[in-house]
């Protein structure tokens, strides 16, 4: 298929589409044409196939297993798990060991692991692959969260590209079969960029892929992300598939940012949050289809349901259907009516109090479009990243930074 621009997809797609379906194509992306046939290859990490190339960002507390099965059941794609602390599993942390598990449905099995300190990365990655837990391994080098940063670990390990090699080698080394990918940031900021270090280090050190989130430390989640040094990261690491992270709020974003970079397959984050069909969306246009017209409220109730039933049943009713509450800001922003019910939804206890609050929305309200570029997950502003005492000074030390460098609460 030739590709054509949204506009004229719509009027030539043999799929019918409902008359407002362009309502949803952002002003950025009226005239980006689903990919046409051949266009794009499935992205190979080491022997996983993954197509549409596609991964659902590592998130903190969100892609446990029931947020990961509510997506892959819209769409396809690599689901990556929450982050899990090397330190923690090896201890054999009776919590640790319940986020970093799998549903015998979920295949392949993609773990995020954390670690600042060679010897118990290689010890949790042995005992991982060791005990079949796992298909994919990627590794947290982007974590901007001061207490950690201050203390040499997330996004400071990579401005240690010597520290950076030794973790990397001992995932890679204990890892056998099972591919190894690596995730960071631009950088400190904008003075100190450590991305294509970073890069490189991966390649050199075995790694299947590399994904960049193209904001530095310092940017945290604010302002756009830097799509073009996507494009500079996939110059520099040639031999191994390269990873775009920032900004997919929409199905087109993807393939933008694809044709605009050149990687070889996106990563998406805070766009999915109270929106798990974006993964039906981005199966579509990868497949040379219009995305669909995103669900009605009544839809999304019966989504937030499933999944907040999901969570009951993984985390118990209590822990699981409270750790939901979060969600139901997502799903909800931008709705009419979405203040009241919203203040209704952050206090429920049961899957029972989440059926009666949302009995009392209008069902046919369509999706807001306005919601589509809407934040979710993080607040605005920008941070002064805090390093130790002349970190920068010795930039080629490879000394492990230490516990305290290990937030198992924080994220990327
Ligand atoms: C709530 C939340 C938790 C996150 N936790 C992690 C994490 O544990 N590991 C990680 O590598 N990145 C984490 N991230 C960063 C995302 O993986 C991603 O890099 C970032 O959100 C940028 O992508 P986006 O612009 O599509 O949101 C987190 C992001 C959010 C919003």
């Not at 054999?92 to 773990?111: H, V």
């Amino acid at each position: 298929m030739t590709p054509q621009p949204m506009q004229a997809a719509v009027a030539t797609e043999a799929v019918p589409l409902e008359p407002d379906s362009l309502a949803y194509v952002s002003a950025q992306n009226r005239d980006v044409p689903p990919a046409g046939a051949g266009e794009f290859a499935p992205l190979a990490i080491g022997p996983l196939p993954v197509w549409p190339p596609v991964v659902l960002a590592p998130m903190a507390g969100i892609t446990n297993y029931p947020f990961r099965a509510l997506c892959r059941d819209f769409g396809a794609g690599l689901y990556v798990s929450e982050m899990i602390t090397a330190r923690a599993l090896v201890e054999r942390n009776a919590k640790t060991l319940k986020l970093s598990g799998f549903n015998p449905d979920e295949k392949p099995r993609s773990l995020q692991l954390y670690g600042t300190d060679p010897h118990y990365v290689g010890e949790a990655v042995a005992w991982l692959v060791g005990e079949n837990r796992v298909d994919h391994l990627d590794m947290n080098f982007g974590c901007p969260v001061r207490k950690v940063t201050r203390k040499g670990g997330g996004a400071a390990i990579p401005a240690r590209p010597r520290l950076l090699a030794s973790i990397v080698r001992a995932a890679v080394q204990n890892a056998g079969d099972v591919p190894v990918s690596i995730k960071f940031r631009l950088g400190i900021d904008d003075d100190i960029p450590t991305f294509l270090d970073a890069g490189r280090v991966g390649q050199e050190e075995g790694c299947a892929a590399v994904a960049l989130h193209a904001r530095s430390a310092a940017q945290l989640y604010d302002g756009e992300a830097d799509w073009d040094a996507i494009g500079e990261l996939k110059q520099a690491v040639t031999r191994i598939p390269v990873l775009g992270n920032g900004d997919i709020w929409e199905a087109g974003d993807a393939l933008r940012m694809m044709r605009h970079t050149g990687c070889d397959g996106v990563v998406v984050g805070r766009g999915c949050l109270g929106r798990p069909w974006l993964f039906r969306d981005l199966a579509d246009v990868f497949d040379g289809r219009m995305p669909q017209v995103p669900p009605r409220f009544g839809e999304i109730a019966d989504i937030m349901l499933r999944h907040a039933g999901l969570l009951a049943d993984w985390f118990g009713e209590r822990h699981g259907v409270r750790s939901f509450r979060k969600q139901a800001t997502w799903y909800t922003k931008g709705f009419p009516g979405g203040p009241e019910l919203r203040s209704r939804l952050t206090q429920v206890n049961s899957l029972g109090d989440l059926e009666a609050a949302l009995a009392t929305a209008d069902r046919d309200l369509p999706f807001p479009p306005e919601a589509m570029r809407m934040k979710r997950g993080k607040k605005a502003g920008r941070q002064r990243v805090a390093l130790p005492e002349g970190y920068l000074e010795d930039r080629w030390s490879d000394a492990p930074p230490g516990p305290e460098a290990e937030d198992p609460s924080s994220g990327g």
